[in-house]
Structure formats: structure tokens, C-alpha cells
């Protein structure tokens, strides 16, 4: 079965500052990757997703992950937050193998200071 | 536009109480999920399903059930409901095929007293 951990309970980072946010998972086998916000009060908004080809994939509002088998990551970056990038971050898996079960981390605060 | 939509957005029950929480998606997809968020723990598994009348067990089941009436209507049913099922559910729903991320609700904010 697969799981996921995010290492990083709480990030506080200045606005204009590069963060990574960390993620990594366990299973042997093809998976699906994918990212996610929350914003306070609100559903969890897609960031963006990796299954296959390129390891860097881009998502909305300048964010890109980097994907590594070798490490069994999947961490996600952005060169220069802002304040409305304030929120908590999931990580989330999907085991390729027809069920579409997804498993999510605990997610990451991230807090930006203006 | 793709949606999913939960109701009520907030509800209040004693123990032992009876809930149904709702969940509508009108995106033709086949898969729809149950999930529970609580603080350190992330978003949790409750039940899935791929299409109407198909349920599956997710990781933490227990004292929960649920039924896919349709393919848009996906139900949560607490029948005695504990202060531990305190907590922010969230419904997605999810094509089941190609590569394509879940789509999620706005939530339930459940609390029981």
C-alpha cells in the first residue's frame, strides 16, 4: 500500500523568499503525484501532478515539483512566494494499479510574512 | 463547470445522533470520495466508490457508512454518531481514468457534542 509523509508541519518563509515544501512516499511500483492548497475555510485546490516523462512538472501561480524516483520524492517549490501563497499544502499518491485510491500527507503550513 | 458540491456546509448533532452528509458531482465521473480532515493527520480515507451501487472500504471506515445512489450522489451516513467523528469531511470525485487529479468540495464541518 502506498503512503505519504510530509516531513514539515509549518514553513514560515518572507514574501519574495524560494521555499520547498517536502514530500515523500513509498511504493514499488508506477504512481500518480499531485499537489494540492488549502486555503482557510476552503476545499482542496489542484497545484499540479506527475505520472510520467519530464521529473519537473509546472503547476498554476509559479509552483513546479520535482519528481525523484531514487529518493521516493516528490517535493514542491516556488522561487518567490507572496502572501496570498499563505495556506496548507497536501501531497497526495494514487497506486497505478486501476483502483484510484488516493492517499494524502499531512499536509504543510506554509506561512508567508509581508 | 466541473463541480462538486457537499451539503449542509455545517452541522451540529449530539451522540448518538444520525447524519447523512451529501455529496453531488456533475462531472460524469465515475469515482467519488469520502474523506475526513483533522489537524495532524491530513486528509483520511472513509469510503469510496466507482459508480452507483459500488462501495469500497477506505482506511479509516469504522462507525461510518455510505451509499452511491447515482452516479452524481454520493452519501455519508453517521447512525451513532461519537465526539471523535468531530471533524471537517470532504467529498471529490475523480474521471477514473486517463491521469486527471480528484476534484473536491467546499467540506462539512461536522460537529458532535
Known amino acids: 500500500t502506498q503512503t505519504v509523509s510530509q516531513s514539515d508541519a509549518h514553513v514560515t518563509v518572507f514574501e519574495g523568499d524560494s521555499v520547498e515544501l517536502r514530500c515523500n512516499y513509498s511504493y514499488g511500483g508506477s504512481i500518480y503525484l499531485s499537489w494540492y492548497i488549502q486555503h482557510h475555510g476552503h476545499g482542496l485546490q489542484f497545484l499540479l501532478k506527475?505520472?510520467?516523462?519530464?521529473?519537473v512538472v509546472q503547476g498554476v501561480n509559479g509552483f513546479e515539483a520535482e519528481f525523484s524516483k531514487s529518493d521516493s520524492s516528490f517535493h514542491l517549490r516556488k522561487a518567490s512566494v507572496h502572501w496570498s501563497d499563505s495556506a496548507v499544502y497536501f501531497c497526495?499518491?494514487?497506486?497505478?494499479?486501476?483502483?484510484?485510491?488516493?492517499?494524502f500527507g499531512a499536509g504543510t503550513r506554509l506561512k508567508v510574512i509581508a | 463547470e466541473a463541480a462538486v458540491t457537499q451539503s449542509p456546509r455545517n452541522k451540529v448533532t449530539v451522540t448518538g445522533g444520525n447524519v447523512t452528509l451529501s455529496c453531488r458531482q456533475t462531472?460524469?465521473?465515475?469515482?467519488m470520495y469520502w474523506y475526513r480532515q483533522d489537524t495532524g493527520h491530513g486528509l483520511r480515507l472513509i469510503h469510496y466508490?466507482?459508480?452507483?451501487?459500488?462501495?469500497q472500504i477506505g482506511d479509516v471506515p469504522d462507525g461510518y457508512k455510505a451509499t452511491r445512489t447515482t452516479q452524481e450522489d454520493f452519501f455519508l451516513l453517521l447512525e451513532l454518531a461519537s465526539p471523535s467523528q468531530t471533524s471537517l469531511y470532504f467529498c471529490?470525485?475523480?474521471?477514473?481514468?486517463?491521469?486527471?487529479?480528484?476534484?473536491f468540495g467546499e467540506g462539512t464541518r461536522l460537529s458532535v457534542l
Open positions: 506527475y505520472y510520467s516523462g519530464n521529473p
Open positions: 466508490s466507482y459508480g452507483a451501487g459500488n462501495l
Open positions: 497526495a499518491v494514487s497506486a497505478n494499479t486501476g483502483n484510484y485510491k488516493y492517499v
Open positions: 471529490a470525485s475523480n474521471p477514473g481514468q486517463g491521469t486527471q487529479a480528484p476534484l
Open positions: 462531472n460524469s465521473h465515475n469515482y
